[in-house]
C-alpha cells in the first residue's frame, strides 16, 4: 500500500486564507495531496455561518477532505487543531514555535489543556511549514506532525505527512495517533 501524503491545517478565505475552500483543495490536489484538513480559526466566525458549511458540502474533491478547526484555548492564548474524521478525531497543538516556547513549557502546556479536557494527540514541529527541530523530541510526549499551516503562498506544500494507511479518514488518524507518520519538508 502506498504511503498517503497529507496536511492536516490550512486555511481558506472563511478566515484568514487566501483561497476559497474551492481553491484550496485544487492547491493540494495539483501538489499531489491525497488528503487535506481544512482548519479555519473559530475566532473568525465565519466558519460558522451556513455558506461556510454549505461551501464544504459543494466541493467534489477527489482527495480525501477532513473538516476540521483551528480553536484558541484562551487560557494560555494557544492555538489547538482539531481534525474530525467520520468517527475519530485528532487533537494537535498546534505551532508551539509560534510561541517561542521551550520543551518544558510545552509539556506544561500540553497538561493544562489535557486537564481541561482537549485530548491532545499530536503537536506540530512546524511553524507555516518550516521545521522548528526543538519541539522534534522524545521529550514532548505527543505524536510528531508537520503541516504548512497554509494561508498563502508560499506556505502551500511546504511541509506535510506522510501516512501507512487506508484510503479512509479514521484509519488515517489512528494511524497518525499510533505514531505511523513520516515528516516531510520542501527544502529538504
Do not use: C
Not at 88 to 111: D, F, G, M
Not at 143 to 164: C, L, N
Amino acid at each position: 500500500m502506498p504511503l498517503l501524503r497529507g496536511n492536516l491545517h490550512a486555511h481558506t478565505t472563511f478566515s484568514d486564507g487566501v483561497r476559497s475552500p474551492a481553491a484550496l483543495v485544487t492547491e493540494y490536489e495539483s501538489r499531489g495531496y491525497d488528503f487535506l484538513a481544512i482548519t479555519d480559526h473559530e475566532d473568525h466566525g465565519n466558519w460558522m455561518e451556513p455558506g461556510y458549511q454549505q461551501a464544504l458540502a459543494r466541493l467534489r474533491p477527489d482527495l480525501l477532505l477532513f473538516r476540521g478547526i483551528e480553536l484558541n484555548f484562551d487560557p494560555l492564548s494557544q492555538h489547538v487543531g482539531k481534525v474530525v474524521g467520520d468517527t475519530e478525531e485528532l487533537w494537535v497543538l498546534n505551532h508551539p514555535a509560534r510561541y517561542k516556547l521551550t520543551v518544558a513549557e510545552t509539556v506544561e502546556r500540553i497538561a493544562i489543556i489535557r486537564e481541561a479536557g482537549w485530548p491532545l494527540d499530536a503537536v506540530e514541529v512546524t511553524d507555516t511549514g518550516r521545521y522548528r527541530p526543538l519541539y522534534d523530541t522524545e521529550g514532548i510526549p505527543l505524536v510528531k506532525i508537520a503541516t504548512d499551516d497554509a494561508h498563502r503562498p508560499p506556505h502551500f506544500g511546504r511541509a506535510w505527512i506522510e501516512v501507512d494507511a487506508p484510503r479512509d479518514r479514521d484509519a488515517i488518524i489512528r494511524a497518525i495517533r499510533a505514531g505511523d507518520v513520516r515528516l516531510q519538508f520542501a527544502d529538504g
